[in-house]
């Protein structure tokens, strides 16, 4: 049964908490807590949880303590899912929004959270993620990679899905009635947020983008560290697809498809005719000119070709690397890259 809210939220009943989980960032920290002093509308409250960190945000969190209303809480490490909970339980809010450690806050994104929810409430919205001009070319080449059409399909970037909307945990919120409905975020190791909006569905609440909402997500990545995120990515959607059937689409397959043409092209490029590895090309250029349009740069531009096929590359191969062990060999626990929760 649904528990959507259809009639519209007054300003005095509607109130905010952003939960952050935290591991060793406190430089992170200290950009996203200045963010939010800067917001338009400042009736918010957030919550810190450090998640068994060796370098504590505590610091940083006392710096802001007389600006902004703070909870910190400290915990052992567990993942940012579980930790998402506990900051769920001793939020104060009534409709609880999560945010990456490694996220910047546009000044309005308080003040189009509340215009959204007071106008045209939903259970549940995921905001869109972009470049601010500040971040390097590395962070704005990922920040393509994982943004943009030639890549995502541009979901994670704002374009609308064709379907029903999945957020994701990096700009997230829904309602302390969902929290307690679903049970918040599961102990999943990776997806665990596509399996939250999975679950939030299933419950019958409604989902939508917020465009307006958006974050400035930095992605303080290397290329390496990059790759492993997007392989376990490609992993997650094997066992989101076990846990959940019918969740897999054919969009989830493009990037499997991407390796096997890419390989294929490259073969018969090698042994019969450099023709044949004409459309990787073609990408490749798309991409290029893409990235140096949107970036006004030629540096990004090339740089957005490598995030691009590793991103492609990265999460290919994991969901490849699943389907075989997963669905054909029958295996549980394949993830590659379990170091530990965060990228």
Known sequence: MSATINDTHSQATLTLSLIVPVFNRPQEVEELLDSLTRQTRPDFEVVLVEDGSTQPCEAQVKRYENQLSIQYIVKTNSGPGQSRNVGAKAATGSYLIFLDSDCVIPPGYVEAVYHRLTTNYVDAFGGPDRADERFTPMQKAINYAMTSFFTTGGIRGGGEKLDKFFP?????????????QTGGFSAMRFGEDIDMSLRILKNGFKTALVTDAFVYHKRRSNLRQFYKQVFNSGIARIVL??????SLKAVHTFPALFVLGVLGMLLLGVFIHLLWASPLLVYILAVFLDATRQNRSFRIGCLAIVASLVQLGGYGLGFLSACWKI??????DVFAFVDNFYA
């Open 168 to 180: 994701r945990s990096f700009n997230m919120g829904y309602s302390k009635t969902v929290f307690e």
């Open 241 to 246: 697809h076990k846990k959940h059937p019918g």
């Open 327 to 332: 669905l054909i060999l029958k295996r549980k």
